[in-house]
């Protein structure tokens, strides 16, 4: 029994590392996301249940921008305006989100991203795993 339940994770694990993202999916990061957890390098993760902040990301003609958003009770959000310019590009069959502000640049690897998911990895081998974020009132 053991064996099945490895060879089953086994193939679930090597499908899931095999997915990549094409340019057709690229306008599914339009919208908000919200964070879920973050996987460290040595297996550990961090859960994130309750988020104060999500990303909103508006992604069109290969340039775009992530902002972060504070959603309030009645269905609003406080918002600044401070926002990170993008741009995704391809490199070697590999799709890159390339971050710019006034203060820094940098660039994080695309994972997976589909209408509900996005996996994200930073260059110190952080992932990101975000789900997409449901607005909610209680007007």
């Known amino acids: 029994m053991k064996k099945i339940y490895f060879v089953a994770v086994f193939i679930v694990v090597l499908f899931s590392c095999q997915h990549t993202v094409k340019r057709d999916d690229l306008t599914k990061i339009n919208g908000y996301w919200e964070i879920q957890k973050v996987a460290f390098p040595d297996g550990q993760e961090k859960q994130y249940t309750i988020n104060e902040t999500i990303d909103f990301f508006e992604w069109k003609d290969e340039k ?3 902002k972060k958003l504070k959603p309030q ?3 609003t959000f ?3 305006n ?3 310019q993008i741009e995704i590009k391809d490199s070697a069959g590999v799709m890159y989100i390339y971050y710019t502000t006034k203060f ?6 695309l994972n997976l991203l589909s209408d509900s998911i996005l996996i994200l990895k ?3 081998n952080l992932t990101y ?3 997409r974020f449901i607005p ?3 007007k």
């Open 122 to 124: 930073n260059k110190d």
């Open 129 to 131: 795993h975000y789900k």
């Open 82 to 84: 401070e926002q990170e």
């Open 136 to 138: 909610f009132s209680i």
């Open 64 to 66: 775009g921008f992530r």
């Open 73 to 75: 009770f009645d269905g």
């Open 104 to 109: 820094d640049a940098w660039k994080e690897e």
């Open 78 to 80: 406080v918002v600044n």
